[in-house]
């Protein structure tokens, strides 16, 4: 199709995310609206719905539970974490703590536990170590500054790290993105911790499922 639009809308943009960019190669009519024309929906079209809410709160609890906890056992971790989402399910995610809501939150207990267990298993027989969640990105892509953050940082025993990203459902899409070559969020994380220090070896590269306790790696 042919635009005709300001020419303004198309200027260099300075930085990327890797946000931005699946945007700009799976639409790039929603990235210029987003990214250069800063259109966005309205405030209430912003609240997380329920599978975001879930999300997001679980990513939240697996970062404050692990974090600093290197050899915690999977069933210390699962212990935390549920201590965590007893103590925050209210505060931090309301819709979940309404009576009706009673199967859906025992449901994601359960899910946050395998999940949990699953984590700290592999980390555990790969003899890896959490080196931080929500790890800031600082690093150029070609002419452009790259930003975002890491969702789990791995620290492997010969020095090399691995990334894991945290989605909460989709299984089989993220599954799919890696068999097919699209993961493009994994692979800007992975150049953003590519270095000549580690050999010049790029992190190994994983999604973890949450609700379904799934590890898609490449």
Known sequence: ?????????????????????????????????????????????????????????????????LSGNAQLSPAEGAARVLALFDERVARDAAPLAHAAQALERNRLRAQLVRATRNLLTVLADAGGRVAGFEVPIATDLGERRLNGFIDCLVSMPDGTEAIIDFKYGGSTHYRDLLQNGRAVQLATYARSRFSARNGGVFPSVAYLVLSAGLFYTS
């Open 1 to 65: 199709p042919a635009w005709s639009i300001p020419s303004g809308l198309l200027r260099r943009r300075e930085t990327a995310s890797a946000s931005s960019l699946e945007t700009r190669l799976g639409c790039p009519l929603k990235w210029v609206f987003q990214y250069s024309a800063r259109l966005y929906p309205g405030s209430t079209a912003e609240l997380p719905d329920g599978f975001r809410l879930k999300g997001n709160f679980c990513h939240q609890l697996l970062s404050e539970a």
